[in-house]
C-alpha cells in the first residue's frame, strides 16, 4: 500500500469509500441467510456482490472525467442493476429447489473459498492518485470472483430458471473484464 500522506484528498475519500463498500460486501455476502438450496444461496451472496458492483462504479463516476472509464462505469451499473432486478425476481421459484447435503457441501465451500481470493485480491488493490486505474484494478477481482462463482454453481444442479441467467452474468462479466484489460493496457498498466 502507498504512504498516505502522499494520496491526495481526493483518493483518500475515493478509497476510503472503496474500502466500506468493500466492508459492506463482505459482511453482507458472509452474513447471508443460506438454505438448503444452491440456487438460493447462490442468489442471496451475489446480489450483495452486485450491489457493491454498482456502488464501486458509483464512487468512480463521483471523480472521473475519463470518458471511456465513464462509459465502462455507467455500463456496469446499468447491467449490474438489471442482474439484481432478475435474481430477486426469480429467488421465489429458485429457493424451491433444494440439494442433496452432500452437494451442497462442495458447492458451499467452493463458493466461500471463491470470495475470500476475491476479496484478498480486491483488499489488495493498488492505492494512488490514478484513480481511473485503480477502479479498473479494483474491478478485475470482482468480475474474476463473479465468473468464477457463476462456473461454481453451474457444475451442480440448480433450478430450471438459473442456468440462462447465470450464463449471461458470466458472459457479460467477461465482456467487461476485456473492455477493464483493454482500457487498462491502454494506460500501461498492468491488471493484476
Do not use: W
Not at 21 to 27: G, R, S, V, Y
Not at 59 to 85: G, Y
Not at 140 to 156: D, E, I, K, Y
Not at 165 to 188: F, H, K, P, S, Y
Amino acid at each position: 500500500m502507498a504512504n498516505t500522506y502522499l494520496l491526495s484528498d481526493e483518493s483518500k475519500h475515493y478509497l476510503n469509500c472503496y474500502y466500506q463498500i468493500l466492508d459492506e460486501m463482505i459482511q453482507a455476502i458472509t452474513t447471508a441467510r443460506l438454505t438448503q438450496s444452491i440456487s438460493h444461496n447462490f442468489i442471496v451472496q451475489v446480489i450483495p456482490h452486485h450491489r457493491a458492483g454498482e456502488r464501486m462504479c458509483r464512487n468512480i463516476l463521483e471523480v472521473s472525467n475519463d470518458r471511456s472509464v465513464r462509459r465502462l462505469a455507467q455500463q456496469i451499473a446499468a447491467q449490474r442493476s438489471q442482474d439484481i432486478q432478475r435474481m430477486e425476481e426469480q429467488l421465489p421459484v429458485c429457493a424451491q429447489l433444494l440439494n442433496p447435503h452432500p452437494d451442497l457441501r462442495l458447492y458451499q465451500r467452493r463458493a466461500e473459498l471463491i470470495s475470500r481470493q476475491m476479496f484478498l485480491r480486491m483488499g489488495a488493490s493498488p492505492e494512488n492518485n490514478c484513480l481511473n486505474a485503480v477502479f479498473l484494478r479494483q474491478m478485475v477481482p470482482h468480475h474474476l470472483g463473479a465468473v468464477r462463482l457463476t462456473q461454481n454453481a453451474l457444475r451442480h444442479e440448480v433450478a430450471t430458471p438459473l442456468p440462462p441467467l447465470l450464463r449471461a452474468i458470466a458472459d457479460t462479466q467477461r465482456r467487461e473484464l476485456r473492455q477493464i484489460q483493454a482500457l487498462l493496457q491502454r494506460r500501461g498498466c498492468q491488471a493484476g
